[in-house]
């Protein structure tokens, strides 16, 4: 008769059993995923690694033209949902599109997320710092309590949270957005004590610098040009990374390689956060 730990219910060898090695779509056949900015750098990268895990994604994005080229190039396992996730109703709206697109909602990948206006703390308005809360916090508030009906009623579900090592480095100049990205580690963590009796995991992921196309913009690095971004020896690894890279952890997240894994925080960042 099999041995368990106290608290550990009993049939459990058998439930961890069941997740032997997979290939590399981690059990993502068929589930149904909302990437919030999924039209474009870490959310694009998420986009385009969940469809070849084959899943189908809904691409939420305030970018309308970026979503619907993007879900057009992908075919019927994507759609377009134009939406402002900072905005309650655009969230409410959004949630309802993937239902009906899909008939279901099985992974929540939170992504969107803005800098802001740079500048010191001591003089940040609080315009700014309203609507990077909003763009980058409170549209995952929204995101999660909106998704969360449905994959209760599913009998579970994941999400993942984008945060930063912007969020847990100090960051000069970027104060406001770090402090944005440390609260959804907070929220990730709280969120994964909730609902695990829902069966729906929550975890968050650090990326460090990711050549997007935002990433470029604040380094007035032009689209397509290569020479030397890559290489950065303050890294350990060297190199800025790519958001396939990123979206690699996404995948492994939401997958059934990670069934027992929630609450966390992973770094995808070359060793920047160390
Ligand atoms: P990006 O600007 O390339 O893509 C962000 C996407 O989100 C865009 O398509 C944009 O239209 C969309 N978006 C922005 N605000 C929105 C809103 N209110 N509603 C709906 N869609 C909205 O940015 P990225 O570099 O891919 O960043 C994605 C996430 O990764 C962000 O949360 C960012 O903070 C985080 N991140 C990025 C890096 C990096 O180096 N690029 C590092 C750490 C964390």
């Known amino acids: 008769?099999?041995?368990?730990?106290?608290?550990?219910?009993?049939?459990?060898?058998?439930?961890?059993?069941?997740?032997?090695?997979?290939?590399?779509?981690?059990?993502?056949?068929?589930?149904?995923?909302?990437?919030?900015?999924?039209?474009?750098?870490?959310g694009e990268a998420s986009t385009r690694r969940l469809i070849s895990a084959g899943a189908k994604v809904c691409i939420v994005d305030m970018d309308g033209n970026a979503a619907e080229k993007l879900a057009g190039e992908i075919g019927s396992r994507a759609t377009a949902i134009v939406a402002d996730i900072s905005d309650p109703a655009d969230v409410e709206r959004a949630t309802q599109a993937a239902l009906s697109a899909f008939g279901r909602i099985d992974l929540l990948h939170s992504n969107a997320g803005i800098i802001g206006e740079p500048g010191p703390i001591?003089?940040?308005?609080?315009?700014?710092?309203?609507?990077?809360?909003?763009v980058n916090v409170r549209?995952?508030?929204?995101?999660?309590?909106?998704?969360?009906?449905?994959?209760?009623?599913?009998?579970?579900?994941?999400?993942?949270?984008?945060?930063?090592?912007?969020?847990?480095?100090?960051?000069?100049?970027?104060?406001?957005?770090?402090?944005?990205?440390?609260?959804?580690?907070?929220?990730?963590?709280?969120a994964a004590v909730e609902l695990g009796v829902d069966n729906i995991r929550v975890n968050a992921i650090a990326p460090g610098l990711t050549d997007t196309p935002a990433f470029r913009a604040t380094r007035q690095i032009p689209a397509g040009?290569?020479?030397?971004?890559?290489?950065?020896?303050?890294?350990?690894?060297?190199?800025?990374?790519?958001?396939?890279?990123?979206?690699?952890?996404?995948?492994?997240?939401?997958?059934?390689?990670?069934s027992y894994v929630t609450g966390g925080l992973y770094h995808v960042d070359g060793g920047l956060g160390v």
């Open 1 to 42: 008769k099999a041995t368990h730990f106290i608290g550990m219910p009993s049939g459990n060898a058998a439930r961890c059993e069941k997740y032997g090695e997979k290939d590399m779509s981690f059990g993502l056949e068929d589930k149904v995923a909302i990437v919030t900015g999924g039209a474009s750098g870490i």
């Open 122 to 134: 001591a003089g940040a308005s609080a315009a700014n710092f309203d609507r990077v809360f909003s």
């Open 225 to 258: 040009e290569d020479e030397g971004i890559f290489d950065n020896v303050a890294l350990p690894l060297g190199r800025v990374g790519s958001p396939a890279e990123v979206a690699n952890m996404v995948a492994w997240l939401f997958g059934d390689e990670a």
């Open 139 to 190: 549209s995952a508030v929204l995101m999660i309590g909106a998704v969360v009906p449905e994959m209760r009623r599913q009998g579970g579900g994941s999400i993942v949270i984008t945060a930063s090592v912007g969020g847990i480095r100090p960051s000069p100049g970027l104060g406001i957005y770090a402090a944005s990205k440390l609260a959804l580690v907070a929220l990730a963590k709280t």
